[in-house]
């Protein structure tokens, strides 16, 4: 119902930073998108940040202070300003809904990938 190109990750030196965007492709919509995952090399993809319809950010205890969600309702775009980056935060980023069953409602995208090297 929803296809998302998630951009923006790359390699970056510790304490570096990037900002990560989230943009939808189809006209036919499923669940909001309002959700940051990210998954690491033989791991599920875990639910790490998100925002509410509010416009409030909420956030995983490992990210928590680090990272912030935005959004740009007009431009269908979900951001993620991602601070003080380290190896630990290695991983391909997804966006979606919040939801086991939205998400596979949705479907995922590509996913960018996220590098914190040492």
């Known amino acids: 119902q929803v296809q998302v190109v998630e951009s923006g990750g790359g390699t970056v030196q510790p304490g570096g930073s990037l900002r990560l965007f989230c943009v939808a492709n189809?006209?036919?919509?499923?669940?909001?998108?309002r959700g940051w995952y990210r998954q690491t090399p033989g791991k599920e993809r875990e639910l790490v940040a998100g925002?509410?319809?509010?416009?409030?950010?909420w956030y995983d205890d490992s990210v928590k202070c680090r990272f912030t969600v935005s959004r740009d309702t007009a431009k269908n775009t979900l951001y993620l300003q991602m601070n003080i980056l380290n190896p630990e935060d290695t991983a391909v980023c997804y966006c979606?809904?919040?939801?086991?069953?939205?998400?596979?409602?949705?479907?995922w995208g590509p996913g960018t990938q996220v590098i914190g090297s040492s």
């Open positions: 979606n809904a919040v939801g086991a069953l939205s998400t596979d409602f949705n479907g």
């Open positions: 189809g006209t036919i919509r499923g669940v909001a998108v």
């Open positions: 925002i509410t319809s509010s416009g409030a950010g």
